[in-house]
């Protein structure tokens, strides 16, 4: 190839920083991929894809919408218009698989019920796709496994949507910890819960969502137990109560967990779907502690230690996230909420809901 035609190739950058002598080649594409901003298709265009995660994407400095898959017609073509999305970049569940003939699409996110994540996952990772996949990550461990190794098998990243490992204010809750500001961790105390609205929603139904508040917000707390300690629980006891049995004839409604940690940290939890207000981060620690109340809604985060209070700015926590994803990609470095984290925590769930199910006993985890 002459100069040239390897300038016009090229764009002219890379062949004008050779032919100067400057940057080596390598180098020079690595900035020029940074600079690239990487296509996500949003599979399942629901509340959280709508509300929340379109939006971000619209913030970040890595990622674009650049497609979407949904079953329903007149979603699709609302979106095509918001976000201007050519035709090509418009899925069905039907013909999803063929996002693997579409360059423009480097990450699908999986923003589906939590029994479909193993699925689409997989697919996108056959389609030669990094996936980004909400959390819980599926419905059991075993399935999450899979998820696993269906990305190792076809060389993709996997990150589940821990958005709160991407937030100041989380992130100081486990730099106090392992700097130990404090001295040792002693306690922790984490909770989220909420009152559900619909009765009739995929949420409260077992075979749609592997479980009830632990799998969709008790999951919050726990991760946050495992980031604050940086120590994996050994021991799980947990206690279940139902006072609506029609409501929450499938899936769990209120469940109080204790986890005790190899240094002997204490974890007191808890979780809602009846209860409105219930959202901390406590940690105690031998000469003070830290807390963040509320600890995981999307905004507005307020934290305080004993010596006063946290003022971190409120950032949009997906963007962060997928900016983080993205970054990761561009570096080919595993994400620090990788498949592994979220298979960890399904582990810890299935834990839970064993205690409950033998009245309480002790689950012990190697
Ligand atoms: P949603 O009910 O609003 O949307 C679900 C989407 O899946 C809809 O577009 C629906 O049409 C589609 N769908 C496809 N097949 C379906 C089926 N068989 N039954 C029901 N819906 C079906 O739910 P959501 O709140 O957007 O949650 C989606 C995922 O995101 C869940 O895994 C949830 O746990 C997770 N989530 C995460 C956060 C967070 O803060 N990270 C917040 C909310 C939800």
């Given amino acids: 190839m002459n100069r040239r035609a390897f300038m016009e190739r090229t764009g002219g950058a890379i062949g004008a920083t050779i032919a100067a002598g400057a940057a080596p080649f390598v180098l020079t594409t690595r900035a020029a991929e940074a600079e690239r901003k990487l296509g996500f298709a949003l599979v399942g265009l629901g509340s959280l894809s709508t509300n929340q995660i379109a939006p971000a994407l619209q913030k970040t400095k890595y990622c674009r919408l650049a497609g979407i898959v949904s079953g329903t017609p007149e ?24 996002i693997k003939d579409n360059p423009e699409i480097d990450v699908v996110y999986v923003v589906l019920p939590n029994a479909m994540h193993g699925e689409y996952t997989a697919r996108a990772a056959n389609a030669g796709k990094h996936v980004l996949c909400e959390k819980p990550m599926e419905v059991s461990a075993q399935k999450c496994q899979e998820m696993v190794d269906a990305c190792k098998k076809n060389n993709r990243l996997l990150a589940i949507g821990y958005r709160c490992q991407f937030v100041p204010y989380h992130l100081e809750m486990m730099q106090i910890s392992s700097e130990k500001q404090f001295g040792a961790l002693k306690l922790i105390e984490a909770s989220f819960g909420f009152k559900i609205g619909d009765p009739n929603q995929w949420r409260l139904k077992h075979a749609l969502a592997g479980g009830g508040a632990l799998m969709d917000v008790g ?28 409501k929450f004839r499938e899936v769990d409604e209120t469940i109080f967990w204790t986890m005790k940690f190899p240094s002997g940290v204490m974890a007191n939890c808890g979780t809602t779907y009846n209860a409105n207000g219930m959202n901390r981060l406590y940690a105690g ?28 700015p409120q950032v949009d926590h997906f963007a962060s996230e997928m900016d983080d ?16 984290e979220g298979l ?23």
């Fill in 75 to 98: 979603k699709r073509k609302k979106w095509a218009a918001q976000y201007n999305l050519p035709e090509k970049n418009i899925y069905t569940y039907e013909t999803y698989d063929k």
């Fill in 219 to 246: 999951i919050y707390a726990l991760q946050g137990t495992r980031y604050v300690s940086g120590e994996e629980p050994v021991e799980i006891t947990a206690f279940e109560t139902k006072s609506d049995t029609q």
């Fill in 285 to 312: 620690y031998e000469t003070g502690w830290s807390l963040l109340e509320p600890a995981y809604s999307y905004g507005g985060l307020q934290g305080k230690t004993s010596k006063g209070p946290m003022d971190f």
């Fill in 325 to 340: 994803f993205a970054q990761c990609i561009l570096q080919n470095k595993k994400s620090k909420v990788a498949g592994e």
């Fill in 344 to 366: 960890r925590d399904v582990r810890i769930t299935t834990a839970i809901y064993d205690s409950i199910k033998q009245g309480g006993k002790t689950i012990k985890l190697s």
